[in-house]
């Protein structure tokens, strides 16, 4: 970071919050439609028009995957809870008041646990997830850049006034931009995998800020910290921070004070600027929401929203790196993919072979699947067709070659891979005897090759143990005809 | 209580009145003498009573996820101060950037 | 008696009847308001269309072989209630010709039981007051006296049907506002249970306290209208889950078995000598009637108005914080969106509406929270309990609906004068208890022509609306205070 080393005397000191947007049928407090890209102002009613008399009612829907999504993280679901009032006027707020939660949400602590790059392993504690309504959205004209600085009027859409909104707050447990970045993923696996938000930052259905201080390391107060605004995408969350601890280390540096503040970040420039910090500090004068009632959940309520831990994205990738021996990178993107962590589970289940079966499911199988445009859990090659492929192959019973196209034909036919390996006689030819003539055919079509290699160029090798794969039609154990070829050509 | 003074411009800025100095100074007035009034709740003996949100205790008053229909947006629109096109227009909004 | 000036049960029946049709009652009805309302000042607005189309579809309805409990019936809905395609202003500059785009249940549930919209009747402005004074768009006279205000907030329903110009109102009780005018025009006012009627489409003043309730010549007819709105409704989350049971069809002939509280802190002693001796005879009455009268407290009955005035406007500064100027109603430009919010509401709140706004935001801000607000809702805790205890002695408590009978318009220009009206009337309503008035006698004030009627208050405990409605029923049919006196309007103008 600095040249001078400097970098390595503080730690940065960072914690997150991220707003995201449940997938629902109907909004928060009313029946109209929670979808994206509608057109302007038709998703609107009394209710989230903040309508004189207009009185809101809680979706089930939104409440219980706020609570799966809590106990998916250990939160304690408290057995009561409820509805505040956020007193501030913008126009884009209806109501001019957010309904939210204040001292009692629905989720408190709890843990995000990840993996970096190094392999290390990571975690920051959770202070609360709670629920709330999200805003209209403001388009700003006259400024020619359509950016609410100079201004001179701004459009209003409601559509979006009333989407039920999770705030998710953590504790500063953070420590570097690359530890933020990979909190966020496993935010954003996990609500993909409970089916409670579609997490798409180009949408706006997760908005994050990022408090940010850095201290001597060794000390255990806290720095000044500021709060940084505006980042769209999980890199730029990762760009942002990285250059405000940079900007912090250079005051400190220089002998100059960090100012609390709010930084919007340019992404264009790479850089946070200041946002002009209030004159005076909000005062929301929260107070419970006399029109609603208070939540309250049995422990045999919660039972039911309590899925299988087993399963959850963080947890697969966990056992998929320290039972399974998979890299960081596969176990990852076997639970990033939609069903496929369930199917590959299911054909490791078969096979006891999890790096072989990753290597298919990450290899043929998705590549299969980007081109046919089906899913790997609904081609015609089930988890138990996979798991034969695998298990002849692992026995060397076929060649990967073989392996290669009998697996595209089950994709697209379905049927037994080991079933079309018999009928066709497929199986692994690695009989050096059944291969001898073979081999010389393969020499005698091929004399230049063999000149070639016996003048050296060792690659004319691979190309006749090509050839020989051809002619077998890729039956040939290749390890068995490579030693054949070595044998013959060594011969005078 | 903690005064019986209160701060009307501070108030009225956060409820987003506008108020001239007549009516700073007779609100102000009204108010004070109604929190001298309302000083007598510092005699019962409250630090060990529950605050009443809703009298009438109810939990978990919630609504199935479905679609309900929504308004026409010409009706909606028809009763805003100033629409454009299919939006609400509102004069500009003092940003927050510096 | 013409159709104009019979009860609702007894119009109904006459249509249910095909006696007379609903249209025949509707063209009649909005020709008395067109001679009448000028001078009375109950309605804001005439919904001239909205009564012909419902009365359209009453007829048709009876013609099809249905029966209606409110068939044909005349109704005054307070301004601050929804009626799709009406102007609905809360009595507010602000609101000031916006048009509901949607209908508040309990409304809907009266024109499904065949009531016919008569009008949009004046208010307080946002139900904040106690005599219909601080409406921004008209004067509402008492019909027994027009120098006299007809009471508040729900003044312009009550004025209606004191008046003859409904036969049934519907009005919003927070503090008192439906018992305090019913006392002051003669009529009953009666403030269900909080949370059996639904709130839905009322504009909210403080929504813990708010409750629509009706108003009535009769019990009876208030009981028919009850039981037409009342019942959980899926679009309020605070309306009660509880089965309603119908109140009308009364079984009761006299009190006798009845227990009723007299509360020892309504000292009558502080009233004027014809008012309490007013009072001192309704409560003889009900011992005549068979009750037996029971001494209770309430001992924290006097921090009911400190308490609600903290409350109320805490709630109500919040409520009305969506009048901004952006989506609906009035606008006064601005330089930019902040200076348009304070102008906006600057022009269309009226002084008490702000005076409100402003205690409730004091109440609720930082630091102050705790010793107002939170401080006011253990208040509204012990007021709760005392009538619990007192209810464990009796079965319904009665007391003064107000300290005097109707005054004159700007008798009360001191805010606090004005708010010691619901004295009597807050502390049932931070209980959240079912209460109703009815006429229980007269006075004539120095000055006053005529009698003015009084209303003794009666209340039960929490969901108790059948019991409180018989024995008002009982009380009604053994005193006859209505028939004693009629509202010189109601005489002297022809119609
Ligand atoms: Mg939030
Ligand atoms: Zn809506």
């Given amino acids: 970071m600095n040249a001078d080393g400097s970098a390595s005397k503080y730690e940065a000191v960072i914690g997150i919050e991220c707003h995201v947007e449940l997938r629902t049928a109907s909004k928060m407090f009313c029946g109209c439609r929670n979808v994206f890209g509608a057109e302007p102002n038709t998703n609107v009613c009394p209710v989230c028009l903040g309508m004189p008399g207009a009185l809101p009612v809680p979706n089930r829907r939104a409440i219980e995957h706020l609570v799966r999504a809590g106990l998916a993280f250990g939160c304690a679901i408290p057995a009561f809870s409820k509805f505040d009032r956020k007193n501030y006027f913008y126009p884009d707020m209806p109501k001019d008041y957010q309904i939210s939660q204040y001292d009692m949400p629905l989720a408190q602590g709890g843990v995000v646990s990840y993996f970096l790059a190094d392999g290390t392993k990571g975690m920051c504690r959770l202070t609360r997830i709670h629920l709330e309504e999200d805003t209209g959205k403001s388009t700003h004209g006259g400024s020619g850049d359509g950016r609410i600085a100079g201004s001179s009027y701004s459009l209003i859409d409601f559509n979006r006034a009333g989407v039920p909104l999770m705030e998710c707050v953590s504790e500063p447990d953070i420590r570097s931009a690359e530890e933020a970045v990979a909190y966020l993923e496993t935010l954003k696996r996990t609500f993909v995998a409970l089916g409670v938000s579609d997490v798409k930052m180009e949408e706006g259905s997760l908005r994050c800020d990022a408090n940010v201080s850095i201290r001597l390391r060794g000390n255990t107060e806290l720095g000044t910290k500021t709060e940084i605004k505006n980042m769209n995408s999980f890199r730029s969350v990762g760009r942002a921070i990285e250059s405000e601890i940079a900007r912090q280390i250079a005051l400190l540096e220089a002998g100059t004070r960090i100012v609390q503040e709010t930084r919007g970040w340019d992404e264009a420039g790479g850089v946070t600027h200041s946002m002009r910090s209030k004159e005076q500090a909000h005062d929301y004068r929260y107070f419970p929401d006399p029109d609603l009632a208070p939540i309250e959940f049995a422990p045999a309520a919660l039972g039911g929203l309590r899925g299988d831990s087993e399963v959850l994205p963080q947890r697969r990738i966990e056992r998929y790196v320290e039972a399974d021996g998979l890299s960081i990178v596969q176990a990852q993107q076997l639970v990033d993919a939609p069903g496929v962590a369930d199917y590959f589970d299911d054909v490791v289940a078969r096979t006891h072979k999890p790096q072989a079966s990753a290597n298919f499911v990450l290899g043929e199988c998705s590549r299969l699947a980007n081109e046919t445009q089906v899913p790997v859990a609904h081609s015609k090659l089930g988890a138990g067709a996979l798991a034969e492929l695998v298990t002849l192959v692992e026995a060397r019973a076929i060649t990967s070659k073989v392996a290669k196209s009998v697996l595209e034909r089950v994709w697209r036919d379905g049927g037994s891979p080991k079933a079309i390996v018999e009928s066709e006689g497929l199986g692994a030819v690695s009989d050096p005897n059944a291969l001898a003539t073979l081999v010389t055919d393969v020499l005698a079509a091929h004399a230049k090759s063999v000149d070639d290699y016996r003048a050296g160029k060792g690659a004319a090798l691979q190309f006749l143990v090509g050839q020989a794969m051809k002619a077998s039609r890729g039956k040939a154990d290749p390890s068995v005809v490579e030693g054949l070829l070595r044998e013959r050509l060594a011969a005078p | ?98 | 008696m013409g159709p104009l000036d019979r009860s609702a049960a007894a119009l109904a029946r006459a249509v249910s009847a095909r006696e007379l049709t609903a249209s025949e009652v509707a063209e009649a009805m909005l020709t008395r308001v067109g001679e009448r309302n000028p001078a009375l000042g109950a309605y804001l607005s005439v919904t001239a269309e909205h009564a012909r189309a419902a009365a359209r579809r009453v007829d048709e309805r009876i013609a099809a072989g249905e029966s209606l409990p409110l068939a044909g019936v005349p109704l005054a809905v307070k301004d601050n209630m929804c009626l799709a395609g009406t102007r609905t202003t809360a009595a507010s500059r602000i609101l000031e010709g916006w048009i509901a785009p949607y209908t508040a249940t309990a409304v809907q549930r009266c024109l499904d039981a065949g009531a016919i919209p008569i009008g949009k009747a004046n208010l307080d402005e946002f139900a904040m007051g106690s005599s219909c004074e601080n409406s921004a768009l008209g004067i509402t006279r008492n019909p027994w006296d027009q120098t006299r205000v007809p009471g508040g907030s729900s003044g312009g329903s009550v004025a209606a049907v004191a008046g003859g110009l409904a036969t049934i109102g519907l009005g919003s009780d927070t503090g008192g506002s439906i018992r305090e005018p019913a006392a002051f025009c003669g009529v009953v006012g009666f403030k269900p249970t909080y949370g059996r009627v639904s709130r839905y489409g009322l504009i909210a003043f403080a929504s813990s306290l708010d409750q629509i309730g009706p108003i009535a010549r009769t019990v009876e007819d208030a009981a028919l209208v009850y039981d037409a709105m009342a019942g959980k409704d899926p679009a309020d989350a605070t309306s009660l889950d509880l089965a309603v049971e119908a109140t009308a069809g009364f079984d009761r002939d006299d009190l006798r078995g009845v227990r009723i509280g007299i509360v020892a802190e309504f000292d009558l002693a502080r009233l004027e000598d014809d008012v309490a001796a007013v009072y001192r005879a309704a409560y003889a009455d009900l011992a005549r009637l068979g009750a037996e009268l029971v001494d209770v407290s309430l001992p924290t009955a006097d921090y009911g108005l400190a308490t609600y005035y903290l409350i109320a406007p805490a709630e109500c500064s919040s409520n009305l914080a969506r009048f901004d100027g952006v989506r609906y109603g009035l606008r006064v430009e601005g330089d930019d969106v902040g200076a348009m919010y304070e102008a906006t509401r600057a022009a269309g709140f009226g002084p008490e509406v702000k005076r409100r706004i402003l205690i409730g935001t004091h109440a609720l801000s930082s630091g102050y929270y705790d010793a107002y607000y939170v401080r006011a809702q253990k208040a509204r805790t012990l007021i709760a309990n005392d009538f619990a205890r007192a209810f464990e002695r009796c079965d319904a408590i009665a007391s003064p609906a107000a300290a005097s009978p109707a005054f004159p318009f700007n008798a009360k220009s001191d805010p606090y004068s004005m708010y010691l009206m619901d004295y009597y009337t807050i502390p049932m309503s931070l209980a959240g208890l079912p209460a109703l008035s009815v006429p229980c006698g007269y006075v004539t004030p120095p000055g006053s022509a005529h009698p003015l009627p009084l209303g003794l208050a009666l209340t039960t405990p929490l969901f108790a609306e059948r019991s409180l409605l018989s024995f008002a029923h009982v009380y009604e049919r053994g005193t006859m205070h209505a028939e004693r006196y009629a509202p010189p309007v109601l005489t002297e103008v022809p119609g």
């Fill in chain 2, 1 to 98: 209580m903690s005064s019986t003074n209160i701060d009307i411009r501070h108030v009225a800025k956060l409820a987003r009145l506008a108020l001239s100095d007549d009516e700073v100074a007779l609100y102000g007035a009204q108010l004070e003498n109604l929190l001298v009034h309302v000083a007598e709740l510092e005699k019962l003996p409250t630090a060990d009573v529950v605050a009443t949100a809703q009298v009438i205790p109810s939990r978990n008053v919630e609504r199935d996820d479905v679609n309900t229909p929504s308004l026409p947006r010409a009706l909606v629109l028809a009763g805003a101060p100033q629409a454009e096109g299919v939006y609400f227009r509102v004069p500009r909004i003092i940003a927050e950037e510096g």
